[in-house]
């Protein structure tokens, strides 16, 4: 079965403090994702990874960076969380390779709130 | 640039009666079409993917979509829907350059 974990599904963090989402995927998938989920504003696309050390940027990479040190494992931080970036996190990976992945796997999502 | 539509953006309907949902989609070839569900604060999980070949895919939880390339659609079906399928649901596209798309969602509220 298809896993993809994040690390909390629940966070709340102060203007200003570096932030990082955790997500794991046991699949072996070579593409991961990082979106964001905001009312009326659907999903869209942070950063992805397609190798490890590998990341290109997304639709909205400001604010934000990635890290993938490990295949299974990419994390979302905000260097200085600010609070227009509360939202609804979700990380996702992908089994077919580079830049011409076609499904995405999902993990439960990290709602974030900046106070 | 591709596009997904979604018109209807709630819908409701008795336990037990079909449900059809729409989806249309904007591209020049033939995408890779996706419809994704997801329950209250929880993440999107994959319903069921067509790529090619026998345009009517089924799905997991009954679930069956069709893809009419004519009409640019792949709208997902249920016979008989369950109280436990109201949730909101995405259609999603990819082409072959690895771009998503995702609908704005239908939100499906179940009747008792």
């Known amino acids: 079965d298809v896993k993809v974990t994040q690390s909390s599904r629940y966070l709340v963090k102060r203007t200003g403090e570096k932030v990082f989402l955790e997500c794991v995927q046991d699949?072996?998938?070579?593409?991961m994702f990082w979106y964001r989920q905001d009312p009326g504003l659907g999903l869209r696309l942070i950063y992805f990874?397609?190798?490890?050390?590998?990341?290109e940027k997304g639709d909205i990479p400001e604010g934000y960076s990635v890290s993938r040190e490990k295949k299974e494992r990419f994390s979302l931080i905000l260097e200085s969380a600010s609070t227009n970036q509360t939202s609804m996190y979700l990380c996702?990976?992908?089994?077919?390779?580079?830049?011409?992945?076609?499904?995405?796997?999902f993990g439960p999502g990290t709602r974030l709130l900046v106070l | 640039a591709q596009s997904v539509t979604q018109p209807d953006i709630h819908i409701t309907v008795s336990e037990g009666a079909s449900l059809e949902l729409r989806c249309n989609y904007s591209?020049?070839?033939?995408?890779?079409l996706f419809w994704y569900v997801q329950s209250p604060g929880q993440g999107l999980q994959l319903l069921l993917k067509?790529?090619?070949?026998?345009?009517l895919v089924q799905g997991i939880k009954g679930f069956e979509a069709e893809f009419k390339r004519s009409q640019s659609s792949f709208n997902l079906r249920k016979p008989s829907v369950h109280w436990s399928d109201a949730a909101e649901y995405f259609c999603?596209?990819?082409?072959?350059?690895?771009?998503?798309?995702f609908g704005d969602g239908t939100t499906l509220t179940v009747k008792p």
């Open positions: 996702a990976s992908s089994p077919e390779g580079g830049r011409f992945w076609k499904t995405q796997y």
């Open positions: 699949m072996d998938h070579e593409n």
């Open positions: 990874s397609y190798d490890v050390k590998m990341k």
């Open positions: 591209y020049g070839a033939t995408p890779y």
């Open positions: 067509y790529f090619s070949g026998d345009t």
């Open positions: 999603a596209v990819n082409t072959n350059a690895g771009k998503s798309t």
